[in-house]
């Protein structure tokens, strides 16, 4: 069974930090691009970052340039997302997905992703 679950969301103040972590099992993690998306009330799901299966591509939401920085551990099957001077628009529930291609040409499209995790939280307090 497919399973990727992120965590790390609460509730901080702007201007401080948080580090999401997506968890993934029942597919093969190495060969998965995997994404970052966000959903704020009453918006649509837009993302956020993403990183190809090979880590070598990142690709980042204008907004969260250099304030949010993706990473992978293959050996864990997990992907981190560390959010750096956090905005009150940046409060959403943060989803994670998988990507079988491994790369894709429009790497915050929602459509490109296969498989989706529950979500979590993150209130940023201004």
């Known amino acids: 069974e497919v399973q990727l679950q992120a965590s790390g969301g609460g509730l901080v103040q702007a201007g401080g930090s948080l580090r999401l972590s997506c968890a993934a099992s029942?597919?093969?993690?190495?060969?998965?691009?995997i994404g970052w998306f966000r959903q704020a009330p009453g918006k649509e799901r837009e993302g956020v970052s993403c990183?190809?299966?090979?880590?070598?591509?990142?690709y980042y939401e204008d907004s969260v340039k250099g304030r949010f920085t993706i990473s992978r551990d293959n050996a864990k099957n997990t992907v981190y997302l560390q959010m750096n001077s956090l905005k009150a628009e940046d409060t959403a529930v943060y989803y994670c997905?998988?990507?079988?291609?491994?790369?894709?040409?429009?790497?915050?499209?929602?459509?490109?992703?296969?498989?989706w995790g529950r979500g979590t939280l993150v209130t940023v307090s201004s």
């Open positions: 990183l190809s299966s090979s880590g070598r591509s990142t």
């Open positions: 997905a998988a990507d079988s291609t491994g790369y894709s040409d429009y790497p915050l499209s929602p459509y490109e992703y296969d498989y």
């Open positions: 029942g597919f093969t993690f190495d060969d998965y691009a």
